[in-house]
C-alpha cells in the first residue's frame, strides 16, 4: 500500500511539474457530487416541487445550480 501511495505521489508530482514546464493549467479532478446543508423545511419544498415537476431532487437541484450559475459573468 504504501508503495502505491507513493508511485501516486509521484505521479501527481510529475504533472504538475510538467504542466509548469509547459505553462499549461494545472487542472483538479472532480467526482461530480457533494452534500449542501440546507434547513428542513427548504429541503422539504424542494422534495415537494421535484415531485411535481417529475423529476429527481437531484435533477431539480442541478437546474437550479445551472440557472444560477448562466447568470455569472466570470
Known amino acids: 500500500m504504501a508503495e502505491l501511495k507513493s508511485s501516486f505521489k ?3 508530482e510529475d504533472y504538475i511539474h510538467l504542466c509548469k ?3 499549461r ?3 483538479k479532478s472532480y467526482r461530480g457530487s457533494f452534500n ?3 434547513s428542513p423545511e427548504l429541503h422539504r419544498k424542494a422534495v415537494q416541487t421535484s415531485q411535481k415537476l417529475g423529476v429527481s431532487l437531484n435533477q431539480l437541484v ?3 445550480i445551472e440557472k444560477e450559475l448562466e447568470k455569472v459573468k466570470l
Open 10 to 12: 509521484d505521479a501527481v
Open 21 to 23: 514546464e509547459n505553462n
Open 25 to 27: 493549467p494545472i487542472y
Open 36 to 38: 449542501v446543508r440546507v
Open 62 to 64: 442541478q437546474a437550479a
